[in-house]
Structure formats: C-alpha cells, structure tokens
Nanobody, 131 residues
Framework: QVQLAESGGGLVQAGGSLRLSCAASGGTFSRSVMGWFRQAPGKERDFVAAISWRDGNLYYADSVKGRFTISRDNAKNTVYLQMNSLKPEDTAVYSC????????????????????????WGQGTQVTVSS
C-alpha cells in the first residue's frame, strides 16, 4: 500500500526557510509524478509544485516561483520542498501527493495543478510563518 509521510513543518519568521520532506513507500515511484499542495484555514487547497520522478521535470505555481524548489532523491524515495523567503501568506498545511505511472511531459499544466490528478496523499505538515 502506497504511503506518503511529510515532515519538516514548523514555525518560522517571515524571510526564513524550511525544507519539507515527503517519504514515499509501498510502491514503485520511478514513473510517478509527485506534487506538493497547501491549504490555509478557510481556503481551498492550492497547488504548489510538481516533479517527475523519472526525469526531474519541474512545474511551479506562480506564487512560489523563485522562492520554492522541489527536488527528489531517488535512492531515498523522498521528495523535498525547499522553501525560502517565506511570507505569512505561505502559512498552510502542506501535503504531498503521488500519481503513479504517469508521463510528466504528456500532462497538461492544469492537470498538474489539480488535486484530482493525484491518487495518493500524505497527512500533511503545518507550516506557520510569523510576521
């Protein structure tokens, strides 16, 4: 059974950095597309970033481009989200998601941004940015 486990959240001051991890287990991920999403209280879930496990192709939401970096470590079956220059509006629960057996280059941008595209989800980790 596929499991995704996030870690690395916490409280940080504006301008600071955090690195989130998503450890994947219970499946084969070499052909997966992995995504990070976030949801603030009272708001809809928003796409943050996506990565192709196969070839490392990347895609970011405009709101985080230039500040956040998504990466993966194939040997550890782990996807990371490095978050720099954090802002109070980045405060949210961050969740990782997986869509197995997918070709990143064949997916439309709107599919990558949609939570419905992904089959597996982690429990999420809280990120709080104080002003």
């Amino acid at each position: 059974q596929v499991q995704l486990a996030e870690s690395g959240g916490g409280l940080v001051q504006a301008g600071g950095s955090l690195r989130l991890s998503c450890a994947a287990s219970g499946g084969t991920f070499s052909r997966s597309v992995m995504g990070w999403f976030r949801q603030a209280p009272g708001k809809e879930r928003d796409f943050v970033a996506a990565i192709s496990w196969r070839d490392g192709n990347l895609y970011y939401a405009d709101s985080v481009k230039g500040r956040f970096t998504i990466s993966r470590d194939n040997a550890k079956n782990t996807v990371y989200l490095q978050m720099n220059s954090l802002k109070p509006e980045d405060t949210a629960v961050y969740s990782c998601a997986a869509r197995p057996d997918s070709l990143f280059s064949a997916m439309r941008a709107r599919d990558l941004r949609s939570g419905d595209t992904y089959d597996y989800w982690g429990q999420g980790t809280q990120v709080t940015v104080s002003s």
